[in-house]
């Protein structure tokens, strides 16, 4: 990190408080974080379905100033992958989201915090105890379809990044937010 906003030349140790202070930044925006998961979760996001999640979190990475790009899985270009797992699905219209964030001065090692948007079938609604697409806190935890697995994890990664900011300092090395598609089945969208 780049910590020459606060101070501390680039390059050098960060103050004894870093830590705290993002910690702190972590705890301000708790409700934000699970206010944005629980609204992701609220997105149904199986298999080849996932458009509606993947553009809250286009949009959600393009606020905080990301580059974004956005293409759709190319089943042609996939099947000549030899880690390609077996298409049988159309991949028209499901596309993975990634938002970069560059340094003005690239001086530290880049990082790739890649997630899947993509959740397994609900099975027979009756079996459930609310809709699975309603995202509810009880006794602590956080429920419905995907929320562990992992849209959780996305939302933290986005939130991450804006403590570490929050608490003034700016990541020195490119950072590449991934959100893809077609994990549970292939593990294509992130091939």
Known sequence: ????????????????????????????????QLSFTQELVRHPSLRTQESGAQQLLFDAMQQRGLEMDRWELDT??????????????????VANVVGTWQPGVEKGRSLILNGHVDVVPEGPKSQWTAD??????????????????????????????????????????????????EEECTGNGSL
């Open 76 to 93: 042609e270009e996939l099947s000549a992958h030899p880690g390609a797992g077996a298409v049988t699905v159309s991949y028209d219209g």
């Open 132 to 181: 699975p697409w309603d995202s509810y806190v009880k006794d602590g935890w956080l429920y419905g379809r995907g929320s562990g697995d992992m849209k959780a994890g996305l939302a933290a990664n986005l939130f991450a990044f804006d403590a570490v900011r929050a608490a003034g300092y700016e990541p020195a090395g490119r950072i590449h937010f991934q959100s893809v598609v």
């Open 1 to 32: 990190m780049d910590s020459s906003a606060n101070g501390t030349p680039a390059g050098t140790a960060l103050p004894e408080d870093a830590r705290d202070r993002i910690l702190a930044a972590v705890d301000a925006a708790f409700d934000s």
